[in-house]
């Protein structure tokens, strides 16, 4: 249990995969889905305090299509590095089967630390909700995802509601969440510069301390994965997140990808015949 969380700061690989998976796959024709239109570096919050690199988001949306939903993609590098450029390749996979995604950044630590990286997420959020029906998606189909880091804070998201309260929002506008080998609690130590050394913040920080602070039905439904072979621990606190979940009566589904790791259940989402997102998909547009 004391090596993942060392192991959890190279998360961020994976979408340097992801990127390299995505060059290497075939073109896309006609056959494979509708055509891609991106939009990026989009800027999802102006305000104090802005900053012009990480308060962005793309856009990659089905040409043709109208009342699509849409995922907000987080990704994962233990709060401290990664970036949206890696994950259009995850993005145009889920795109060419009708479904729109946003892939945003967020502030990183040590530049910031818990809850500002929450704070970024909920913003993310917020105008994907304002703008939506601008880019003919359905405002009412909205799902969170995230990988690793980007699972806990999607997570967070859903059950602790003060981060969408204070865009002026409910947890009941995230139509699902998709956590994929997230660190959903986390231990007494690690990761001072971004949770902090005080035991009441961090414990604030982990979406299973919050389960027990809601009724059902303020809590979207959830599908959690992890890899059979993930990052030691990390399967075990998926079961329990789960658990948590079902006991208080929140849809939840949980699977473990076999044959994947912690890096490899995110980067092979790339390739069209992915058991992963086959799972994503069936939850998202069944």
């Known amino acids: 249990m004391m090596r993942w969380p060392w192991l959890l700061q190279w998360s961020a690989l994976a979408g340097l995969l992801l990127g390299l998976a995505g060059a290497l796959l075939p073109p896309v024709s006609a056959a494979d889905g509708p055509a891609i239109?991106?939009?990026?570096?989009?800027?999802?919050?102006?305000?104090?305090?802005?900053?012009?690199?990480?308060?962005?988001l793309d856009l990659y949306l089905p040409e043709g299509k109208k009342g699509f939903p849409?995922?907000?993609?987080?990704?994962?590098?233990?709060?401290?590095?990664?970036?949206?450029?890696?994950?259009?390749?995850?993005a145009q996979n889920f795109v060419r089967r009708g479904i729109g995604v946003a892939v945003a950044n967020y502030r990183l630590s040590p530049a910031v630390q818990h809850p500002e990286h929450e704070r970024d997420?909920?913003?993310?959020?917020?105008?994907?909700v304002k703008h939506a029906k601008e880019y003919d998606a359905d405002p009412e189909r909205l799902y969170v995802m995230g990988h690793s880091a980007g699972a806990h804070l999607v997570?967070?998201?859903?059950?602790?509601p003060r981060y969408l309260r204070a865009e002026g929002l409910s947890s009941n506008r995230i139509r699902g969440v998709i956590g994929v080998s997230g660190p959903y609690t986390l231990g007494p130590r690690g990761f001072e510069n971004v949770f902090g050394e005080d035991e009441a913040k961090r414990l604030d920080a982990y979406p299973l301390r919050h389960v027990t602070?809601?009724?059902?039905?303020?809590?979207?439904?959830?599908?959690?994965?992890?890899?059979?072979g993930d990052y030691v621990g990390l399967p075990a606190i998926a079961r329990s997140f789960a658990v948590a979940l079902e006991k208080h009566g929140v849809k939840v589904r949980r699977n473990?990808?076999?044959?994947r790791d912690h890096i490899t259940i995110i980067a092979r989402m790339a390739q069209p015949e992915d058991p992963?997102?086959?799972?994503?998909?069936?939850?998202v547009a069944p």
Request: no cysteine; proline share 5%; charged share 25%.
């Open 213 to 228: 602070d809601l009724e059902a039905k303020e809590i979207p439904p959830f599908r959690i994965l992890a890899a059979d």
């Open 37 to 56: 239109i991106t939009h990026k570096d989009l800027s999802y919050f102006s305000g104090e305090p802005a900053d012009a690199q990480r308060h962005l």
């Open 155 to 160: 997570a967070l998201l859903a059950v602790d």
């Open 70 to 90: 849409v995922i907000l993609f987080i990704h994962g590098g233990a709060w401290r590095s990664g970036s949206k450029e890696l994950y259009g390749p995850l």
């Open 256 to 259: 473990e990808i076999a044959g």
């Open 276 to 283: 992963a997102i086959k799972q994503i998909i069936e939850f």
């Open 121 to 128: 997420v909920a913003r993310a959020f917020a105008w994907l």
